[in-house]
């Protein structure tokens, strides 16, 4: 089946530094993925929408000069936290659409914690 | 629109006794309909999915969702529950064909008693 990877699996940085997250399709293309995140004992919640050489698509809420995302291929997205705060600290996940009816592919997650 | 409801927050079973999770959707479209589960420090992992082909669907490691339009609801069962199956179960719900971004449940966290 189809395989989504994630670079790194877990960081931890300093407050006010930024952290680049890859999210790779490893056996397909993927003109579109979605970057959600999970905090502790909650539920996924979707952050963004990456279209593969145009601009990101933010759900509300959501801060786009604070988590930039650049879709640059049709097998990579990633995702950079800038100025990372504490409360930025979370469960970072990725996913790509299959093919029709197949769903989406999920990557691994990233665990961010700031400092 | 579209929006997941997992009526339960946890659910609590003991090894060999049936499993029921359920969830409820909203959706403004015909909807594909799946359930994932997250194994603690674990990525997401495919269950099941429904996109308008058969309403019983079948998953993987004996789990299984009836898909019922008239009641809006996709509960997931089994038969007999294992201590594997401990783990977070999320009910996700998607316009169409699933390529669009989908919107997950809160969760139901199975707990499987000895």
């Known amino acids: 089946g189809a395989v989504v990877s994630q670079h790194p699996s877990w960081v931890i940085c300093k407050s006010g530094t930024s952290v680049k997250i890859e999210c790779r399709s490893l056996?397909?293309?993927?003109?579109?993925m979605f970057w959600y995140r999970q905090f502790p004992k909650q539920s996924l919640m979707l952050m963004a929408t990456?279209?593969?050489?145009?601009?990101?698509?933010?759900e509300q809420g959501v801060e786009k000069d604070k988590f930039l995302i650049n879709h640059a291929s049709l097998t990579l997205s990633t995702l950079t936290v800038t100025s990372a705060h504490p409360e930025d600290s979370s469960f970072y996940i990725c996913?790509?659409?299959?093919?029709?009816?197949?769903?989406?592919?999920f990557g691994p997650g990233t665990r961010l914690t700031v400092l | 629109a579209q929006s997941v409801t997992q009526l339960d927050s946890h659910v609590s079973v003991s090894e060999g006794t049936p499993v029921l999770l359920r969830c409820n959707y909203s959706s403004s479209y015909s909807p594909s309909l799946f359930w994932y589960v997250q194994h603690p420090n674990k990525g997401l992992q495919l269950l099941l999915k429904?996109?308008?082909?058969?309403?019983l669907v079948k998953g993987i490691n004996g789990f299984e969702a009836e898909f019922k339009k008239s009641e809006t609801s996709f509960h997931l069962t089994k038969p007999s529950a294992h201590m594997s199956d401990a783990a977070e179960y999320f009910c996700?719900?998607?316009?169409?064909?699933?390529?669009?971004?989908?919107?997950f449940g809160s969760g139901t966290r199975l707990q499987v008693q000895p």
């Open positions: 990456s279209n593969e050489g145009s601009k990101a698509t933010y």
């Open positions: 996700v719900v998607s316009p169409g064909t699933g390529r669009r971004a989908l919107t």
């Open positions: 996913s790509a659409p299959g093919l029709a009816g197949d769903g989406q592919f």
């Open positions: 056996d397909f293309q993927a003109t579109t």
């Open positions: 429904y996109t308008s082909a058969a309403t």
